[in-house]
Each structure stands twice: as C-alpha cells, then as structure tokens.
C-alpha cells in the first residue's frame, strides 16, 4: 500500500517554530519529486515547497521564500519542511504528495499532477 502521511503540526504562538514529517513508503522514492502543500479553510491549495529526492534541488514559491525550508533523508524515506516566524495566516492543513519524475516536471504540472496524497495535519497559529 502506498503512504504518504504528514505529521508533526500542532498549536503554536505567533513566532514560533515547527518542524512537520512526510513519511512514504509503497513505491521507490528516490524516483519521485515530493512537494509540502497547505489548504485554510475557503482558500485555495498553495503550494509551499518540491524537492527532488533524487538529486536534492528545491523549489519554492516567490511567495514561501525565507520562511519555509524543505528537506529529504532518502534513508528514511521521509521529506521535512522546517517552518520559522509562524504567522496567524499559516494556519491551514498542511500536506505532502509525490509525483514520479524529476523536480521542474512537478513545478510545471503543479498540485493537480501529483500521484500520492495522503491525509495532512492542522497547523495553527495563534496571535
């Protein structure tokens, strides 16, 4: 069965810090870019951060720049994004998800062309 599971989120004071986990197994990692996503409530889905798990290259959004930082530990078949200067509108459920190729095809297809979605974890912010 593949998953591909978001975890670590919580209740955090404005400022603050989190550091979330996507743990995948199910299909060859390696061979897939991995993206975090977040979704508030009446918001459209944002895309955060890719990284190849092949080669370690990142994207970020214009947008996510500075804030937000995404990494992979292919031995433990786990991607993480550390998240700084926590703001009240950061509060959405927050999300990973695979896409089998490199990291511009998942740039360029965006969120609608990944493969693998699992269930996400609340993130709230508080002021």
């Known amino acids: 069965e593949v998953q591909l599971q978001a975890s670590g989120g919580g209740l955090v004071q404005a400022g603050g810090s989190l550091r979330l986990s996507c743990a995948a197994s199910?299909?060859?990692?390696?061979?897939?870019?991995i993206g975090w996503f977040r979704q508030a409530p009446g918001k459209e889905r944002e895309v955060i951060s890719y990284i190849s798990s092949n080669d370690g290259s990142t994207y970020y959004p214009d947008s996510m720049k500075g804030r937000f930082t995404i990494a992979s530990d292919n031995a433990k078949k786990a991607v993480y994004l550390q998240m700084n200067s926590l703001k009240p509108e950061d509060t959405a459920v927050y999300h990973c998800?695979?896409?089998?190729?490199?990291?511009?095809?998942?740039?360029?297809?965006?969120?609608?062309?990944?493969?693998?979605w699992g269930k996400g974890t609340q993130v709230t912010v508080s002021s």
């Open positions: 998800a695979a896409r089998k190729g490199d990291l511009n095809g998942a740039v360029r297809i965006g969120y609608y062309g990944m493969d693998y």
């Open positions: 199910g299909f060859t990692f390696d061979d897939y870019a």
